[in-house]
């Protein structure tokens, strides 16, 4: 069963460093989503591809982020310049339909 | 603007004793409700959708149900490995991404 993949599933990064999320979704998804989660918080919705095309970035995705999903298969998610409040765990979904979303293991990143 | 909320923040249950967790939900056009657990460090787990008032789904303890503006989780008989978070989203007409709740954490005590 493969199932949503991400890595790394932990990273480190020093303030003011960019940091890349690879999300690898389940193969004949066509719809990928990223989500960010905070301690006590469910999960916060950032952006989200159907094939190739990013449909929607929420007003939390500040221009600092930016996700692609080349070819419509892996997708990537940067953050230049991290600040300590990214700080989160970042979940990656997909669906084949607009409804269930499956997700991976999250990849946490933790901001010094 | 979509939102959901969960109550109680926190349960805490013996083996056995049984209860139900809340979801109310404001969503323009619900297209979908969906209830997921997560267990900690991991992502969330897919459990139900519920399209509209009146439908059940059930999985082994666990039973969802759902009216015009609130869903519960049922939990019936409840063992220790039932202990997790668990979330509750909303999918509405206007686009395709869900929306959160902060989730019920539930510790079930041997």
């Known amino acids: 069963d493969t199932g949503v993949s991400q890595d790394p599933r932990h990273k480190i990064t020093k303030r003011g460093q960019n940091v890349t999320f690879r999300c690898d979704p389940i193969?004949?998804?066509?719809?990928l989503y990223w989500y960010r989660q905070t301690l006590g918080q469910g999960p916060e919705f950032l952006t989200y591809?159907?094939?190739?095309?990013?449909?929607?970035k929420s007003r939390l995705l500040s221009d600092r982020f930016s996700a692609e999903r080349p070819k419509g298969s892996f997708s990537t998610l940067e953050i230049q310049r991290t600040e300590q409040g990214d700080s989160a765990m970042y979940l990656c979904?997909?669906?084949?339909?607009?409804?269930?979303?499956?997700f991976g293991p999250g990849t946490r990143l933790t901001v010094t | 603007e979509d939102q959901v909320t969960q109550s109680p923040e926190a349960l805490r249950l013996q083996e056995g004793e049984s209860s139900s967790l809340n979801c109310s939900y404001t969503?323009?056009?619900?297209?979908?409700l969906f209830w997921y657990r997560q267990d900690p460090g991991k992502g969330p787990e897919f459990l139900f959708t519920?399209?509209?008032a009146g439908e059940e789904k059930e999985k082994e303890r666990l039973k969802a149900t759902l009216t015009k503006k609130e869903s519960f989780l049922h939990i019936t008989a409840p063992k220790p490995e039932d202990s997790a978070t668990y979330l509750c989203?909303?999918?509405?007409?206007?686009?395709?991404?869900?929306?959160f709740g902060k989730g019920t954490r539930l510790h079930i005590l041997p």
């Open positions: 979904a997909s669906s084949d339909r607009a409804h269930e979303q499956y």
């Open positions: 193969s004949e998804h066509n719809r």
């Open positions: 591809f159907q094939n190739e095309a990013q449909l929607e």
């Open positions: 969503v323009s056009g619900l297209r979908g």
């Open positions: 519920l399209y509209s």
């Open positions: 989203a909303v999918q509405g007409g206007g686009d395709d991404k869900i929306i």
